[in-house]
């Protein structure tokens, strides 16, 4: 009797399961940088099961480049993207039928290293700081997090453009065309084994800066609200435990064997756990906005140093 009792517990058991599994509702989550500090959060939720508890199947999908995630958004590929705060303010007020479903890391990754030799801001006076491309969220950290400091565009030092990704600009440092640069935690803790002096950490200096939110089409959302606001619940469960656990998110990470050794895991976990929130603000949104107008002053200054002022009728 005891023997057929469990038997069809078990049957029962196996039946919800399997039942909850054709429930689960899949989503396509991409993202464009397969580092531990951007995907941290989502991660977590994956592996420790909180989207499943959501009743959410979270597929990622790895995109190279914002702009080409935001166009998979738009044509239905995906249904969310972590994305850059500035770059998805951009294409909204373009016109693209898009939506910032939550903030992410409202904290922007970016340290000022010097070249060897520029170890204090003072050695800086002067100089020239190489970045990306003209009107780059790096440009834009740059700028704001030097004028936090007393450091004025054009008067205390130069901008350069064109010096390309992260390993062109190291090289750049170490052959000294350039004297500074921003480079994300993870390059950072690279370039510091090697010798490279740490200027300062811009995130410190402009807390609360929206730097990543998580992006949808209206359709989307507008169609199944219920799995985003399922989504955030997930997240933030996610977050908490970053918080509250760390050596088991620590765990988690190191049995992926995708993101480096334990040493570098633990100072990633351990710098970026109270870092992270879905939480945006009316506040949050209009530092994007001006960060965008900044954006697109900084492209016009790169095509011309000299731009001409707008025609006025009458004059």
């Not at 995630?69 to 951009?90: F, K, M, Q, S």
């Amino acid at each position: 009797m005891n023997n057929i009792l469990a038997g069809c517990l078990l049957a029962l058991l196996i039946v919800a399961f399997a039942r909850e599994a054709l429930e689960a509702k899949s989503i396509t989550f991409a993202y464009q940088t397969p580092t531990l500090t951007s995907t941290l959060p989502l991660i977590v939720g994956m592996d420790l099961g909180f989207f499943a508890a959501e009743g959410l199947e979270v597929k990622p999908v790895f995109i190279t480049g914002g702009p080409t995630a935001i166009a998979a958004l738009i044509g239905g590929d995906v249904d969310y993207t972590l994305v850059a705060g500035v770059p998805a303010v951009r294409a909204i007020a373009q016109g693209a039928p898009l939506t910032i479903v939550s903030g992410c890391q409202p904290y922007i990754d970016y340290t000022l290293i010097g070249a060897k030799g520029v170890t204090t801001l003072n050695d800086l006076k002067g100089k020239v700081v190489g970045v990306t491309g003209a009107g780059g969220i790096a440009e834009f950290a740059s700028v704001e997090g030097l004028a936090k400091k007393g450091l004025v565009r054009d008067r205390d030092y130069k901008i350069l453009y064109g010096v390309g990704n992260s390993p062109a600009r190291a090289q750049a440092l170490e052959a000294g065309r350039i004297q500074a640069s921003p480079f994300s935690f993870m390059e950072k803790l690279e370039l510091e084994r090697k010798g490279f002096p740490v200027l300062f950490d811009i995130g410190q200096v402009m807390p609360r800066f929206p730097f990543v939110v998580i992006l949808s089409s209206r359709r989307k959302t507008e169609a199944d609200p219920e799995g985003a606001t399922a989504l955030l619940r997930g997240l933030k469960r996610s977050m908490e435990l970053l918080k509250t656990d760390k050596e088991k998110v620590i765990a988690a990470a190191v049995r992926k064997g995708t993101f480096g050794d334990p040493g570098t895991i633990r100072k990633v976990v351990e710098h970026f756990s109270d870092l992270y929130s879905v939480s945006i603000t009316k506040e949050d949104i209009e530092a994007l906005i001006i960060a965008a107008r900044i954006e697109a002053e900084a492209k016009l200054r790169g095509k011309s140093p000299r731009p001409k002022p707008l025609r006025q009728e009458g004059v």
